[in-house]
């Protein structure tokens, strides 16, 4: 039977069986939320702490959302406001929480990593919810669970993924999830933000957007971080959205039944033109919905047995 | 009181020695090196059977960090001493990277005289080329050399001014002082953490590209040309560096270069675990990497195998993998992990031990190791095949910082003798 370990720390680790358990245990999940009644008392009694390092309200509330629709009781520590984890390093923070007896912890770090040294210490399960500009497993989970809601299979799609590639977490953890579940895909954006050893992924580097989308079943816009342009990985905001910013005129390139998928949140009119954000090509509100159900889905696999 | 080491395989390096031979040592000294020695009676005190033994100069490491004065919690210059002696190691020459920095006299004085009290092997200060290793004003060369500095190095850190690096070595030229260069073009490699390559790719960490220690091993060269006074390249670890090392020499560029061992025994894919025992400056480097500082340990390229050894203590180690310290002890481990070379058939047993003797003593113009009657009786003696698993309460080092914990190593010093006398051995 197909099970998961004690922790989801990153796509690298999980069977193509494995991923294809989330997503199927993720439809009946999704099942749960259109009730009128959104709650089933699967994880009565469990505990399950948001332990976020870095600002990210909308993954935490996906998660606090996950957790309270399975009934468990959840509990949110953010790094900025919490005396728990001010000046004490990961490691203290960590048995700290441990003695607290946490049935899962969910961590958002800004270090590469972080979450494998919690799960080594602690024997509660770890769930990575994106770890510097390593992992974010849940997010390519609840991608993939989007596409395959509209295109049935991953398998044999041609996936487009543009932006910033080096600095992006959502970038390597679908990468690595959609060429597991056989899917092609090609990177896009600038050399200056593209991994010198992207082809080593497994994926083409197609460094102009009309070329990438060419024929592509979906394209997957990334959050462009207004920052990167003082270290000069990008010229201007503007010369960015006029090549690398998806619009009607780029978007004739691609398939006509095209998805169009964002991590968000959307920097309006930068990397998507607003007319297409509005179209029913974008289909980022169905991502929102759906990581809910990929994290109730998960939090069930974890521990709700 | 005189010591006589039998029948061991002597392998001296320098005079292109290797036969099995007898050596008698006395006052500190090499008295005689020759078959079947007859000592007077008594003047023997003690005897040493090496019968299967290798009896080799004493290991000269020209690459440490014993953090003493200033993080003596991580090591001190009588516990880097300890595993020196117990990695095989007579002399060791410590960088300048201390808190307060050894660029003042009153620091190497305090280096030398610990020493001399503390320490079972030489130690041999390195001081540092700048003022707090800044890179903008020169160090006072003249008396750090006066008060006992053997070389110059800002070690840890890049001169950045190619202006100031060219009067750091105009000015050490004047004092006839061996400059070795750490080479990291820090623009270049800011914010790494690990080599950038295929496993960085992967892991999203920020990568430290062969570039930026190539182009500075490049720079280095070509002022030290200009200079005319020779430069040592640091610990070498991209193929890139040997090619340019080898095109120098070849044009009869007088430079000399080190790597260490973990640059020939791991590579980047070591990192996939977050083990921030993995984690050190320059990097782990990709398996052509790899096999081009081979191929620079068997061509001569690199002339010497340093341990660069860098204790750090849980504090800076058992953190995230980004925030963790750079640096790796290796003093315990250099020997056995480079006679791998031997193993493999990159280097012979005398080439590898010329790599760990007398090429480092000749860069830094030490009269130092190798066996002649009349030199100091600094003698490593080996068991290549004694075998042993890395363990951290076996260390000697304060620190246990190493990727090596749990390997099973082959090969070790069984006695180490310095000035005559045993800093270690195996069964005291
Ligand atoms: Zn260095």
């Known amino acids: 039977m197909v099970m998961l370990g004690k922790d989801l720390l990153g796509i690298h680790d999980l069977t193509p069986d494995q991923i294809s358990l989330v997503l199927d245990t993720a439809l009946s999940m999704k099942e749960v939320s259109a009730r009128e009644i959104k709650k089933v008392p699967t994880l009565r009694g469990k505990t399950v702490i948001n332990l976020f390092y870095e600002p990210s309200t909308r993954t935490r509330t996906s998660f606090e959302l996950a957790g309270k629709r399975l009934s468990a009781d959840v509990i949110n520590i953010s790094a900025g406001s919490s005396s728990v984890v001010k000046g004490e390093t990961l490691e203290d923070t960590g048995r700290n929480l441990q003695a607290m007896n946490p049935d899962l912890i969910v961590l958002r770090h800004a270090s590469a990593g972080a979450p494998q040294l919690l799960a080594k210490m602690l024997p509660s399960s770890i769930i990575n919810a994106g770890d510097g500009a390593h992992e974010h497993p849940t997010q390519a989970l609840l991608d993939a669970f989007t596409i395959r809601e509209r295109k049935q299979t991953l398998q044999g799609l041609t996936v487009v993924i543009a932006g910033d590639i080096t600095h992006s977490r959502v970038a390597r953890s679908n990468i690595d999830l959609l060429l597991k579940m056989g899917a092609t895909v090609r990177v896009c954006g600038p050399r200056t933000m593209v991994p010198l050893y992207i082809e080593k992924m497994g994926v083409t580097f197609v460094p102009r957007l009309e070329e990438a989308i060419e024929g592509a079943d979906v394209i997957m816009m990334l959050r462009i971080q207004m920052e990167r342009q003082r270290g000069s990985l990008f010229p201007s905001i503007r010369e960015y959205s006029r090549f690398f910013g998806l619009n009607r005129e780029k978007l004739k390139h691609a398939r006509d039944d095209v998805l169009i998928m964002h991590p968000g949140p959307v920097n309006r009119g930068v990397e998507i033109s607003p007319e297409l954000l509005d179209s029913p090509y974008t289909i980022i509100l169905d991502q929102v919905t759906n990581g809910v159900a990929i994290r109730m889905a998960l939090m069930y696999l974890l521990i709700g047995k | ?428």
């Open chain 2, 1 to 428: 009181m005189a010591l006589l080491i039998r029948n061991g395989r002597v392998i001296d390096p320098a005079s292109s020695t290797d036969e099995v031979l007898d050596l008698l040592v006395d006052d500190g000294t090499i008295r005689e090196i020759g078959k079947d020695i007859v000592a007077g009676e008594g003047a023997v005190a003690d005897e040493i059977d090496a019968s299967g033994l290798v009896v080799a100069p004493g290991l000269i490491d020209i690459h440490t960090h014993l953090r003493e004065p200033g993080e003596e919690y991580k090591e001190t210059i009588q516990t880097g001493s300890l595993a020196a002696a117990a990695g095989g190691f007579t002399s060791i020459a410590c960088m300048a990277n201390t808190k307060p920095v050894n660029d003042n006299a009153a620091v190497t004085k305090f280096i030398v005289e610990t020493a001399a009290r503390e320490a079972c092997v030489n130690v041999l200060p390195v001081a540092a080329i700048t003022k707090g290793l800044k890179g903008e004003h020169l160090a006072e060369i003249g008396e750090l050399k006066e008060t006992g500095a053997v070389a110059l190095s800002d070690d840890g850190k890049t001169i950045a001014s190619a202006q100031v690096m060219r009067l750091g070595l105009e000015y050490a030229k004047t004092f006839s002082m061996p400059v070795m260069c750490h080479c990291q073009d820090e623009e270049l490699s800011a914010g790494g953490v690990m080599n950038e390559g295929i496993p960085s790719t992967y892991l999203g960490m920020r990568g430290i590209p062969p570039l930026s220690e190539e182009i500075i091993v490049a720079r280095d060269i070509a002022i030290s040309e200009w200079v005319g006074h020779p430069v040592h390249i640091a610990h070498v670890s991209t193929a890139g560096s040997v090619r340019i090392l080898r095109e120098a020499k070849a044009r009869g560029v007088r430079v000399t270069a080190e790597t260490a061992p973990h640059y020939f025994t791991l590579t980047d894919e070591a990192v996939a675990g977050f083990s921030t025992s993995t984690k050190m400056y320059p990097p782990l480097r990709s398996r052509e990497d790899v096999e081009a500082i081979k191929e620079g340990l068997r061509d001569g390229t690199l002339d010497v195998i340093a341990s660069d050894h860098a204790p750090h203590s849980t504090l800076e180690k058992e953190v995230e993998f980004d925030k963790a310290a750079f640096g790796i002890i290796g003093l315990e481990t250099s020997l056995a992990l480079s006679l791998e070379l031997v193993r493999d058939s990159v280097l012979t047993l005398s080439q590898l031990l010329g790599k760990m003797t007398i090429q480092p003593a000749r860069v830094l113009g030490l009269d130092k190791g190798s066996l002649r009657a009349g030199a100091d009786a600094d003698i490593t003696i080996i068991d290549p095949e004694f075998e042993y698993t890395v363990e951290a309460h076996s260390l000697q080092s304060k620190s246990k910082n190493t990727p090596f914990l749990g390997r099973q190593l082959k090969g070790r010093a069984v006695y180490t003798i310095v000035g005559g006398k045993a800093a270690f051995s195996l069964n005291p």
